[in-house]
Structures are given as structure tokens and as C-alpha cells.
């Protein structure tokens, strides 16, 4: 592909054709950045810049891998010493290089969350102190926040000191390094050794940076050091769509770059190609209410038929889920759509139970990120898993999850012993089951055969229950109740119980909804079995039309980035957004609060149903709910407040229901 033959507006053919010394370019939401990126390293390596010279770093291996691929596509060239790649894989490029020099030998271990947790707990063995795993967890993200200096050790955290200096010790020994480590290990090798510094400085001499306002400190601070000699960095971002402060990012960085390169020229790409004009307009107005931003103002020349945002005002989750789904349906018929065309955004992964719900109600396949999918959280799969065993007993993979939950005894050997049973009849392990209880010479002890018998019996029990009941949820109700779940809950969470209630009532939600289902005058013959291919709606790979793709659903922090012609903003309400918690821990979080609604506004391209309810379900009480204020924010002409389809059976209800529109 020939550079002359990519159109380029004249803010972005700036960009790409200043090359040396320090660039700033505030890059709005779908303003083409990363065509403006890719097209710039394109333009330096048709300058004469070897590959091996340049840097560039972004955030995710896709977002790398995006890059890369435009960049061949552009140049018809092999990338072979081009680095490309995030901020953490550039880390362990470095620790790679530098093993010896940082104390560590080689083919040192990375460790994830789950490998730190692990290590964090035998840390806690080693010094005779007992903590529960969601302490654990906390801990160990507090001692993420000292190692990466987002906090110091104070009187508050003094007394954890002695933990943390036990994990960095086990780490050491293990020799392995956490996820901070690769941004932490070599900005201190980098600070100590001035001679390894010059030599990153003069092999990086060109360095770029994407998502510039998602950095944190300590990854600005890498960034200077590697640029401070020849001042080529290129910085591309946007401090209106800052929204993870909580995991580091710190959008100042972009004031303190423009105080360590007061040379730098700025770039402001402010031209959308992604929106409608009545979508942007929404968007404008509601950040310019933010101070502690650039001042930018999008606009595009995408023109569509929807002149307004909608804003629906449902009595209730159910009622929201419900709309949501059928206007799906609706579009998706009336104008022709896939599925994978809609977005729906959540403010926090609670908000995903009626949506979920009333999605599988449609029949419309979705798929979850940025959380975990209601139908995907342990208690809810548990309870499932007993539903498919005792619908098909020989259903090996899911009599593996619940043989020993709640708990009866089983441990790895008895498990071993099993499989090997069945694999050498050549059967199921449930019928393996069978005849380990009933031979004489088992070898298992009396506790073991008294918990798999009891397992059993549940299960045979249970079988004839639901083949006879005329209601399924009350028979699966007496099933958790029978294998006694809420005992095993507190149990798992013995120094925390509301995370047990929460996960309980989670499990009350479940059986709602499959008790509403079988209640559906629509369904004929309502069983176990339906109801159980009903629910693999939710997780299946394969779609009867591959084409038509899923609905996403997702949390607004998981959908930067992501774009949709249509988009639902579900539970815009007060305390949901501006997020009560976030706003009382700390007051300015006001204003990453509304940079999160202007990043789920700006993912919509076509059209956007924004919808607030007037109550909401919270730990099964009803509260009292309303539209958030930013919906304020938004000029009236844009937002039309739209009548719900509901059935009102007389005068009195239709009353009540008509007050309650904001017009009214």
C-alpha cells in the first residue's frame, strides 16, 4: 500500500509527518488514532528509521498485534526488529536481557494472580498468620499499590509490613517476579546502571506511546528515562476517556509530559468518524461539565435518521431487561441487523441479572466481558451442574464439580481411584460410583462410602423428583436446601458473611427466573430438561447463524475501545453513575465518574437507548432509584424520554404509570 494513497485529514497527516522531537496528540474518541499510529511508524521506516530503533507501546496484545498487522499492510514489509509490543512484555524484554543483573537466574517464572495469591498464602503459613482469601486478596492488592508507589507504608498498613517482606522473599527463592515486577525490575535497573539506560536510549531513539492517558506513574516515569536523551516521543491519547485511576492510571501524566518536554508540539484530532452528530453533541455537553480536561469539542460529518437519544424510564430491572431484549428483537427484524451490532453497557457486573434474564427469555445469544456472566459465577454453575447430573447422571465433567461440593469427604485419592474404575469398565463414572459402593472389597473407608452414598441418594432422589413435580423451582429450591448450600457457603466464607448471602441470593435470582419461565403461559410442558437447554443458550461456541454473532454485554470500563450501531446505557441512575462509593471515597472521582459516561456514550455509532429505572432490586429488597444527574447534562432537544409498552389493566395503574415520566 503506497503512504500518498491514505487519506488523511490535515490534523492527522500533521501527526504522521512530524517524526523527530516530542509529540503530544489528544486523539478523541473515534478519531482514527490508531490509523494515525500505525501510518506514522509506516512514514518513519519509509524515512530511513531502522525498525530496531523504534518503540512502541500500547496496552493489550491485541491492540499490538492490530498495529502490527496495519503496519505490514501498509508497508509490505516484515517487522522482524520492530518492538511493538505492551508495557509489561517490554518489562520482561529488559528482565530478560538483565537477569543477572537484577539477582535472578535464568528462566525466572512470571507470576499471575492466582500464582500470587498462592505464594501470598504460604508467605502467611511461614509466619503463622491466618487470613481468609478475599484478606488475602486485598492484601495483595495493597502491597501492588506500595510496590508500584501509588501508596507508602503508614501507620494504617505498618502492621502487613512483615507479610510483604515474606512474599518478596518466597519470590526470590521461587525466583520469580509478579506483574508489577516487569514494570518496577527495570526502572530500577534502568535508575542504577547508567550505562544499560544508554544503551536503551540509543537503541530506542524513536519511541510512541498509545492510550497515553491510561499510564501510570511508574510506566510514565520508564518512558522518560528512555526518551530523556533524544527527545523523540510521540505520546497519543485522550484525558476525556481517563477512567482507570483505580488500577494506577494517572491521567496527570499528560501535564507533567508537557512540563518535562516543553518543546513538544501538540495535535488535537477532534474530527469522528465513528458517530451520529446528535450522539457527539450528548457527548460534548456532558464532558465540558469535567475542568481538569483539554479542551476539545468532536465533530463529524456522519449524518443517520435518529435525531435523539432515547431515554426510557422502566418501573424496574425486570421491566429495563425487558425492553432491552425486545427493542433487540425489534431493531434486529425491522432494520436487518446482527446481533453482534448491539452493545450493552453496565455501570457494574450486578447490574447484569434481568438483562441476562430477559435475553434468554428472547432467545437472543449474547456474550459476556468485562465480569462474569450471572450464569457463569461458581454458585449459579454448582447448582447447574446439579441439574445436568441428575437429568443425565453420566455426565462425567459436571459430576466432577459437585461429587465434593459441599464438601463429603472426597479427596484427590478417592477421585483417582474413581476415574481409574471407570476408565478401566469403560463407563461413566457414575455407574463406576455404583459399583464402588456396592462391592464388598472397595477398600474405602466408612466415612468416604457414607458421603458417596449420600451424593447418590441425592441424585436418585432427585431424579424422581423433578420427572413427577409440576413446579421446578420449588423442587430445586428443596434441592439446595437439601444439600444443605447455604451451610457450605458460610462455611467457604466463615469470616465474611454477606459475601455468602450475596452469593446466596444469587442462587434465589436463579430459581426467580427459572420459576418465571415455567410459569410462561408459552411454555408447553415445562421440565427439567428444557429448562437446562434453555440456559446452554447463554454459553454455547457454535451459533445456528455464525453470521448474525452475539449480543455484547459489558461493563463501560470493559467496551473502550469498542464501538456499536446501537447501544443501550442500562441503569444510568443515582448512586449507580456517578457511582455512590466511588464519589464518597473520594469527591473528585466526580470527574472520571462522568468520563466513563462519556466513554459509554461515544460507543455508540447509530443509535443510543439510554435507560434509568424507577426502582431496582438490591439484595431482594426494592429500593427506590430515578435517573443519574449527568442525564442533566444532556441539552433537552437531544434526549426524547420514551413511553414504555406496558399492559395496564385500568385507569388507576395508567395514571400511576403516566406520573412518573419526567414531562409530566
Known sequence: MNLNSIQLNPEQKLAVDTIDGALLIIAGAGSGKTGVITTRIANMLNHGIHQSNILALTFTNKAASEMEERVKNITGKK?????????????????REHYKDMGFRPNFSIYDTNDKLACLKEAARELKLKYETPELMELGNMFSSIKTERISWDNTNDQHKPLYIEYEDHMRIYNAVDFDDLIVKPIRLLEKRPEILEKYQDKYRYIMVDEFQDTSSIQYRMLQLLSSKHRNIC???????SIYSWRGANYGNILQFEKDFPELLEIKLERNYRSTGVILKAANAVIANNTNRKLKELWTELTHNEMTIKHCLPEDDREEGEFIASTIASLRMQDHMKYDQFGILIRTNSLSKAVEDALLNHNIPYSMSGGTSFF???EIRDIIAYFRVINNPDDDVNLMRIINTPRRGVGKKALETLVNLAQERGESMYSSLTALLFAADSGISSQLRGGLAEFMEIIEDFRERFSESKALAATAQELVEEIGYWDYLLHEHANNDKVAKWKYDNIGMFLEFMSRWEKNPDNLNPSLQKWINRITLVTRDEMDDEDAGKVNLMTIHASKGLEFDVVFLAGVERDIIPHARAVAEDPLNMEEERRLFYVAITRARKKLFITS?????????????????FLEEIPGDLLEEMEMEVDVEDADEAKKYFARLPWK
Open 79 to 95: 517487522l522482524t526488529n520492530l518492538t511493538l509490543s505492551t508495557f509489561h512484555a517490554f518489562g520482561v524484554k529488559i528482565l
Open 235 to 241: 505520546c497519543v491519547g485522550d484525558d476525556d476517556q
Open 376 to 378: 457463569q459465577r461458581a
Open 613 to 629: 429505572c424507577m426502582k431496582r432490586k438490591q439484595m431482594r429488597e426494592m429500593i427506590d432509584s430515578g435517573p443519574s444527574p
